[in-house]
């Protein structure tokens, strides 16, 4: 079956700490991965996704289909990252439906 | 560019009344799509067009739960009767046919219904 799992629902840390948000996934095939976003009171958007291996606001995520893992990282927390951010999968062929974690909420503090 | 554009933003009823949301999508996306996002989780499919066509509707509880999209534009996602455990925020996205496999969803600000 297909999944997406994010194991934190919450993670804090401060301001120009190192930020790492944890996705892992169940897909039997090769799956296309992304990293969505929603800011306080703004709509979800695409953050980024795996295919084109670009860093967007700092943010970087690199799929590990040994560990069928694809995490979110940045070096540096800045206040502005605060938001929630969801994973999500598209198997190849399936037209674009995503599935979505349930989310981690990150939250940096001052 | 407005982006895609749902209403109502809120809605309050009793249960087993009916309930209807409108989405606008981008202009020129071929993709429509309905989530459902019960709180505290991620985005759930509820039915995906291509122009006017549901490919997708595997999802949707088809008992209570009907949607349409005339025209191959704007959508109507319906629920009568609504029950208690639909309160969440629908959740209306778009896409141009050319990048669903890129997984660019635009999405609105979606419904938030709650059923009392």
């Not at chain 2, 291509?50 to 008992?63: C, F, I, T, Y």
């Amino acid at each position: 079956a297909q999944r997406v799992t994010q194991p934190e629902k919450l993670l804090s840390v401060f301001k120009g700490a190192p930020v790492e948000l944890k996705c892992n996934y169940s897909y039997s095939g090769s799956p296309e991965l992304f990293w969505y976003v929603q800011y306080s009171r703004q709509r979800l958007q695409l953050l980024l996704r795996h295919i084109s291996r670009e860093s967007i606001k700092g943010f970087t995520a690199d799929l590990n289909k040994g560990e069928t893992s694809f995490h979110l990282k940045k070096p540096f927390a800045q206040e502005e990252d605060s938001a929630m951010y969801y994973c999500a999968l598209s198997g190849r062929g399936s037209q674009g439906n995503l599935i979505f974690g349930k989310g981690t909420k990150l939250s940096v503090k001052p | 560019e407005a982006g895609v554009v749902q209403s109502p933003r809120y809605k309050i009823i009793e249960k087993k009344q009916p309930v209807a949301f409108w989405c606008n999508p981008i202009s020129g996306h071929n993709t429509l799509y309905w989530y459902l996002q019960n709180l505290g989780q991620g985005p759930e499919l509820l039915i995906r067009y291509e122009n006017e066509e549901a490919v997708d509707d595997s999802q949707l509880p088809k008992d209570r739960f009907s949607a349409e999209r005339l025209k191959g534009v704007d959508s109507t996602l319906k629920i009568q009767p609504a029950e208690l455990g639909d309160s969440a925020v629908y959740l209306c996205a778009s896409s141009l046919f050319s990048d669903t496999n890129t997984g660019e969803l635009f999405f609105g600000e979606g419904s938030r219904l709650t059923v009392l």
